[in-house]
């Protein structure tokens, strides 16, 4: 079946710009990972999604991030007033449940941020 | 403070030789250990998780709580080994999320 996807694959944007970044997670899974992955580096929890509720949000840098899952599917990474430090690729994950049951990535979103 | 740590960014081998790819982990409840495999271009997927005691593509990984490791090993290196390789945990136990830490990752070279 189809595994996770991430649109767009890639995102140029400009330093103060809003962007908005989705997630279709497999179908029927109800957890939901946001990861950010800096160059050189492993990926870094952002925010979990139970449902349609952030149930742990601890990831998230500061108040220009923000992600919502309203129907409990399709997650939207937002952040505003991007920065040349938001540059990253981020990645989505979703699992069956919540715990240790098996993440399944997306191939992520690359962000620029000129 | 959790953390995972890979002392090596890369690891370069001769294909038939075996390979350890090192992990230690700092955290102060139980963890569940993974290691995740990303071949070149393509998304990052589950390799193996010490619950389970697998082995998978000839890969191993035993956990070792008084040396805070969880190494990955395979005895006999295949150049389609060639891939970047994360160390992660997880909190087990009930509220866990199921967030992963991970490591700053290892690439696997194996020359022929």
């Known amino acids: 079946g189809a595994g996770v996807s991430q649109t767009p694959s890639n995102k140029v944007t400009e330093k103060g710009k809003y962007v908005e970044l989705r997630c279709d997670p497999i179908?029927?899974?109800?957890?939901l990972y946001w990861y950010r992955q800096s160059l050189g580096q492993g990926p870094e929890f952002l925010i979990y999604?139970?449902?349609?509720?952030?149930?742990?949000d601890s990831g998230l840098p500061n108040d220009r991030f923000f992600a919502v899952r309203p129907e409990g599917s399709v997650s939207t990474l937002k952040i505003q007033r991007t920065e040349r430090g938001d540059s990253a690729v981020y990645l989505c994950?979703?699992?069956?449940?919540?715990?240790?049951?098996?993440?399944?990535f997306g191939p992520g979103t690359r962000l620029t941020v000129l | 403070a959790q953390r995972v740590t890979q002392p090596e960014k890369l690891l370069s081998v001769f294909k038939g030789a075996p390979v350890e790819l090192k992990c230690n982990y700092s955290?102060?409840?139980?963890?569940?250990l993974f290691w995740y495999v990303q071949y070149s271009r393509q998304r990052l997927q589950l390799l193996l998780r010490?619950?389970s005691r697998e082995s998978i593509k000839g890969f191993t990984a035993d956990l070792n709580k008084g040396e805070t490791s969880f190494h990955l090993k395979k005895p006999f290196a295949q150049e389609e080994d060639s891939a970047m390789y994360y160390c992660?945990?997880?909190?087990?136990?009930?509220?866990?999320?199921?967030?992963?830490?991970f490591g700053q990752g290892t690439t696997l070279q194996v020359k022929p």
């Open positions: 999604f139970q449902g349609t509720g952030a149930a742990d």
């Open positions: 955290y102060s409840g139980s963890p569940e």
């Open positions: 010490h619950i």
């Open positions: 179908s029927g899974h109800t957890a």
């Open positions: 994950a979703s699992s069956l449940g919540w715990g240790t049951d098996t993440q399944y």
């Open positions: 992660a945990l997880s909190e087990i136990g009930s509220g866990n999320t199921g967030k992963l830490i």
